[in-house]
């Protein structure tokens, strides 16, 4: 019987593992205990179990939609109008407009629209964020319910999230 010694790295760990050309072996590779351990992240860091699939589902914190209001105070008011009404050169951001602009879409396309075109001057420049915030705060502002999951600025996670219309 030929049974030769072979080496398995995993890990940064060599484990000798005997093959045999008869039997096969396995061995069983483990985190070494050397290995630092890390904290868990942050209670808003987490995502929920199942992510959210509309706007229906609490997909932001009142407190990631009043940091969204501040930056839309500071960025979008000369605008859109402290009631995020409209104005000469720019949309109203509530109600009908809203609704019927964002019907049907994705959170996606809601984000990537406000941050790749605001401010009109320097598109882009607010950070992922802000921007995140600020649509937080529109979705809020048209009466979508918050929740307890922070909205992330993460592509795939918004392309799943449909605008959906609010129930009377």
């Known amino acids: ?57 609490g997909i932001f914190t009142e407190a990631q939609a009043k940091r969204g209001r501040a930056a839309y105070d500071a960025q979008c008011t000369e605008c859109h109008g402290e009631g995020l009404g409209g104005g000469e050169m720019a949309p109203g951001l509530t109600g009908v407009a809203f609704r019927f602009r964002w019907r049907g879409l994705k959170v996606a396309d809601i984000y990537t629209s406000v941050q790749s075109t605001m401010p009109p001057e320097e598109p882009g420049t607010l950070g992922d964020q802000a921007y995140i915030d600020i649509v937080a705060f529109l979705l809020s502002a048209n009466g979508y319910p918050a929740g307890d999951w922070e909205l992330l600025a ?15």
């Open 1 to 57: 019987m030929a049974t030769r010694r072979a080496f398995l790295t995993a890990v940064g760990v060599t484990v000798p593992v005997l093959a045999s050309t008869l039997a096969c072996s396995t061995a069983i590779v483990t985190t070494p205990p050397s290995a630092p351990a890390q904290a868990p992240p942050a209670a808003a860091e987490f995502e929920p179990a199942a992510p959210p699939a509309s706007v229906l589902d």
């Open 154 to 168: 993460n592509s795939s996670l918004l392309e799943g999230i449909a605008v959906e219309r609010m129930l009377p």
